[in-house]
Every structure is written in C-alpha cells, then in structure tokens.
C-alpha cells in the first residue's frame, strides 16, 4: 500500500467521522475540519487538484470560528450555543454572488497558474464548498443543500481523478446531505425558542 494510498484511507476516515458530527450538530464537527485538510492538502496537490488543496487552507482558518461560533454562539451579555436556523433570502443573495466571484477568481488562477486538467469543475466546487462551510459555521439548515450539490460534482471529479476513495466518500456525503437537511430542520424544530 502507498503513503497516498494510506492517507486517503486516513481522510476518508476522519471525513465519515466529520459527517456524522456535523449531522448530529456536534461541535466536534470542528474537530475534524482541522485534521481533515491536513490530510486532503496532500492528496489533493499530488493529483494536480489545485483549488482543492488551496480550499484546505480556508477550512483550517473556518474551523476555528466555526468552533467559536457554534460553542459561544450570540451575541449579547448572555452567550448561548448558536441555534440551528434558515438563511434567508439576503444570505441566499449575498452566498450567490460570493460563489459566482470565487468561481470565475479561482477558475481564472487555475487557467493561468497551473496545469490542472479540471479547472471548472475544481474552482466550482472550491468556490462552493467556501460557501457552504461558511454557512455550516453559522449553522443555517441550508447547508446541506449546498453540500448536496458540492458532493455530486465532487463524486464524479474524483472518479475522474482516480480517487476511489474519496469518491466513494462523497457519494455516501451526497445521501447523508438529504438525510442531515431533514435532521437539522427537525433539530431545528425542537430546539428552545428564544
């Protein structure tokens, strides 16, 4: 077995442990978003996955406030663990506009720097998953949708890729997006009202 080989069996690992956290809502969920990059950093620059490994970077600094975020929550003389809500329609607005910019920014560094061979479908989903982790840290339900789609483009990427691993990872992430969008709306549901 290759060093490769073992640490994307490493990442796939840590990565079905990430899902289930963030499915249940745990704030361990950040704990794995700093070893999870760490791992993937070096997978994703060895097969010339550039703005992957370039994403990996941001996740490590989003994890820290991610774990802010959800742990001290609101603001105000009394902090609580931030609740579960919907994005509403600014956020939606402001989210698209943020993806569209980083999809045509990092899409452009990958034509004129690098010699990827997907520059599309790795700035889509690194201009995506920038998106998505920044709602999963203020844990808007909607989350999931973004991961839904993220997690399809990502499954066929790395297929195409040769990453049996990880591929097989996101295609179980795909299925758990639905399941954990319906979760989060129940969670969201029975949590206390303020």
Aim: net charge positive; with cysteine.
């Amino acid at each position: 077995m290759t060093p490769d080989t073992i640490l994307e069996i490493l990442g796939f690992t840590v990565g079905l442990l990430y899902l289930w956290w963030e499915y249940h809502a745990d704030p361990k969920v950040w704990l794995a978003s700093v070893v999870m990059p760490m791992i993937s950093m070096w997978i994703y620059y060895s097969r010339g996955l550039y703005a992957d490994f370039g994403i990996n970077i941001y996740y490590l600094l989003i994890a820290v406030y991610g774990f802010i975020s959800w742990t001290r929550g609101t603001s105000g003389t009394h902090r609580s663990p931030r609740p579960i809500t919907h994005a509403r329609a600014g956020v939606w607005a402001g989210a698209a506009c943020a993806m569209l910019l980083l999809w045509g920014l990092i899409w452009w560094i990958l034509v004129s720097f690098t010699d990827s061979t997907v520059p599309v479908a790795d700035a889509f989903t690194t201009a995506l998953s920038i998106v998505g982790l920044w709602m999963l840290a203020r844990k808007y339900a909607e989350q999931w949708l973004v991961w839904f789609v993220v997690d399809i483009v990502c499954s066929g990427l790395y297929l195409y890729k040769g990453l049996g691993f990880y591929c097989i990872l996101y295609a179980i992430y795909t299925v758990i997006a639905l399941l954990g969008y319906r979760k989060w709306l129940r969670m969201m549901k029975a949590q206390p009202q303020g």
